[in-house]
């Protein structure tokens, strides 16, 4: 994976360099756009580089589930930068449709043709490995880039046999759009993450009448589901059973991290077992029926 992102760090800084250039001579806003959108991507990698290193690194009794949570940050920073660059090409792009200026296409097309290759080359590279959303997140960025490059060469062929200068920040506008919309997405998904909220995908719901179903559990209560990574989520849980002994309830908690493990993808479980009925509220302590006999397993697993 690093040497995935350290061979598309540099192949994008040289194409944002040749693209800018020639953006600039060309008089092209829709290449100097794809210098924006592509050095964003630039951004991208070398914040993704930097948080898998950190991820690499093992938890300790200061961070004691780890770094997971350092591609999710660099994932939601670089998107926000992308909303800001998408903004400024909207801006230049609507000016520049007021205010037409001459454009060279045959120069257009021919750095475009090869962002295409390089874009796509890294786009296919980066898809092998892209389960995380730190490395989707330049996954998208990647694709996007493909997608809006090609549309500048078709923009150059259109330029080249009309003479229509419009359609250069017409493409911009476009991009910009391409931009902003893959942004959102990961906004989205890394602010869930970051404010533990429920995983993508996941029900507590579905989980907590799956829970009921196996034999032995009487209630699930205080549910809380949260992802560590983007592709590392917990549970923590109390579970209502008989009075049972520790050696018999032990069954019933290895059913429960089965089915949490390979229904649901959940590795790391804390689970409390109680045998009287009480109400969620600061923990669960308060029993409903015997206020002074509350008792509980305090049964905790974790992975």
Not at 204 to 233: A, K, M
Not at 271 to 293: M, N, R, Y
């Amino acid at each position: 994976m690093k040497k995935v992102l350290r061979l598309s760090f540099l192949a994008t800084i040289a194409y944002v360099l040749l693209t800018f250039f020639a953006g600039l001579r060309a008089h092209s806003l829709a290449l100097v756009s794809e210098a924006g959108h592509n050095a964003s991507d630039a951004l991208a990698i070398g914040l993704s580089f930097v948080a898998v290193w950190f991820h690499t690194r093992p938890a300790n009794d200061r961070k004691t589930f780890g770094y997971q949570r350092a591609g999710v940050v660099s994932a939601f920073l670089n998107a926000l930068a992308l909303i800001v660059i998408a903004g400024w090409i909207a801006v230049e792009a609507i000016h520049r449709l007021s205010a037409p200026a001459a454009v060279e296409p045959r120069l257009m097309m021919g750095v475009a043709a090869a962002g295409v290759a390089m874009n796509g080359v890294i786009a296919a590279m980066l898809w092998r490995v892209s389960h995380d959303v730190n490395i989707r997140s330049v996954f998208i960025h990647m694709l996007g880039d493909t997608l809006s490059t090609a549309a500048v060469i078709v923009g150059g062929v259109v330029i080249l046999v009309t003479g229509r200068t419009w359609i250069d920040p017409a493409l911009s506008l476009g991009i910009a759009a391409l931009i902003l919309w893959s942004s959102i997405a990961i906004v989205r998904e890394t602010l869930n993450i970051l404010l533990e909220g429920t995983p993508r995908g996941l029900s507590l719901l579905v989980i907590r009448e799956t829970l009921e179903q196996i034999e032995g559990v009487e209630d699930v209560h205080d549910l809380h589901v949260w992802s560590l990574g983007s592709n590392s989520h917990a549970l923590a849980s109390h579970v209502t059973i008989a009075d049972i002994p520790p050696s018999e309830s032990n069954l019933i908690l290895d059913q429960i991290n089965a089915v949490l493990r390979e229904r649901f993808r959940i590795h790391h479980t804390t689970v409390q077992f109680e045998h009287v009925v009480c109400e969620t509220a600061h923990g669960c302590l308060i029993p409903v029926d015997e206020p002074h006999a509350h008792h509980h397993h305090g049964h905790s697993h974790e992975h």
